[in-house]
Nanobody, 125 residues
Framework: QVQLAESGGGLVQAGGSLRLSCAVS????????MGWFRQAPGKGHEFVAT???????YYSDSVKGRFTISRDNAKNTVYLQMDTVKPEDTAVYYC???????????????????WGQGTQVTVSS
């Protein structure tokens, strides 16, 4: 079975930094995009960032310039470096990966086939 193991969440002060990791195991298919969505209390899933197998990187406007996504293909791991965090970054962060081709675009949650269980990030003001 495909497993997405997330780590790195926690409590951090506004202006601080946090680094999330997600290790994928059990994938016998080729992964194109690996990325992150987040869900704030009472809200839907919001696109954060994604990175392609060719190392193309894409960010939502709300995190651009503050967050950096990267991947290590040898370890099948994706990272999210979160700098200058804000209270509005508080959410459950989900690691996502796709499989083969998808009809929906890379920032649409329906594009992704596998989701992690989520890791809580809380930013205090």
């Amino acid at each position: 079975q495909v497993q997405l193991a997330e780590s790195g969440g926690g409590l951090v002060q506004a202006g601080g930094s946090l680094r999330l990791s997600c290790a994928v195991s059990g994938a016998t298919f080729t992964i194109n995009y690996m990325g992150w969505f987040r869900q704030a209390p009472g809200k839907g899933h919001e696109f954060v960032a994604t990175v392609s197998a060719g190392d193309g990187k894409y960010y939502s406007d709300s995190v651009k310039g503050r967050f950096t996504i990267s991947r290590d293909n040898a370890k099948n791991t994706v990272y999210l470096q979160m700098d200058t965090v804000k209270p509005e970054d508080t959410a459950v962060y989900y690691c996502v990966v796709d499989r083969a081709q998808a009809f929906w675009g890379r920032s649409d949650r329906r594009h992704y086939d596998y989701w992690g269980q989520g890791t809580q990030v809380t930013v205090s003001s």
